[in-house]
């Protein structure tokens, strides 16, 4: 066999390499070498930065509108339910995202008219319309983000108070909103809880006395949870709700 296969080589070299000689093969230089100029330098850091917020963009994005405060809900009423991987986590980050276009739609229309397609039109410079697309989102951060928390980064910082809403910077927005939207979230998540542990409960309370204590409650009380969610609509309750509480 391996007889063989050294044949079959020895007779595809000499088929390929009289043509390989015909053709001419580009080559590729791959070669690192000091920057020259002070310029060369920046050039590169700045290649570099672009490509790292390329990389970050869609988490900052995500983390700057309403999608964190969703995800973490829909995640505790999976949770409630008891239905395991039901619905589906690609499922739930669908929706939040769904969701989260059509409640930051007017902040998005308001960032493109005033900052994106005026640079495009070539008006301003990147750096006035950069400003202007974030205020829009920093006017939505700041409604949503509790005033202890901003103050909680600012000391961090040991930076005085903003007098104003300008004056208060993304890097300290940011981590404050987060959090914000953390704390409201697990409160929806608490009350989405509640209904569902009262239900659990009387199953588990029906099985002891009934003298079935082999039996898992959970497998008892998902139907009715599931059965109680539909009747109710909780779907659109849940939903309505959600969207209504972002100011």
Do not use: C
């Not at 750096?127 to 006017?139: G, I, T």
């Amino acid at each position: 066999m391996n007889f063989a296969r050294r044949h079959i080589i020895l007779f595809a070299l000499t088929l390929f390499v009289p043509l390989m000689g015909a053709v001419e093969i580009p080559t590729v230089n791959l070669s690192f070498s000091a920057p020259t100029e002070p310029q060369q330098l920046v050039n590169t850091l700045n290649i570099v930065i672009l490509l790292t917020l390329l990389v970050l963009a869609p988490s900052l994005v995500l983390v700057m509108t309403s999608f964190l405060r969703l995800i973490v809900v829909f995640a505790f009423l999976r949770q409630a339910l008891g239905t395991q991987q039901t619905p589906p986590t690609q499922l739930l980050v669908s929706l939040a995202l769904v969701l989260t276009l059509f409640i930051m739609e007017p902040m998005g229309k308001e960032a493109y008219d005033k900052g994106i397609k005026p640079y495009l039109d070539r008006k301003i410079g990147y750096e006035v319309a950069f400003d202007r697309s974030m205020e829009p989102f920093k006017r939505f951060m700041l409604r949503n983000t509790r005033e202890s928390d901003l103050a909680l980064f600012y000391r961090i910082r040991h930076l005085p108070n903003p007098k104003t809403e300008a004056d208060v910077t993304l890097p300290i927005l940011l981590p404050a909103f987060m959090i914000s939207e953390l704390k409201t979230a697990f409160e929806i998540g608490f009350l989405i809880f509640l209904p569902f542990l009262v239900i659990d409960m009387v199953v588990s309370s029906v099985l002891m006395s009934m003298g079935m204590m082999m039996l898992p409650p959970v497998m008892i009380s998902l139907p009715f949870k599931i059965l109680i969610f539909v009747l109710v609509d909780g779907w659109h309750l849940l939903v309505g709700n959600l969207v209504e509480s972002f100011k």
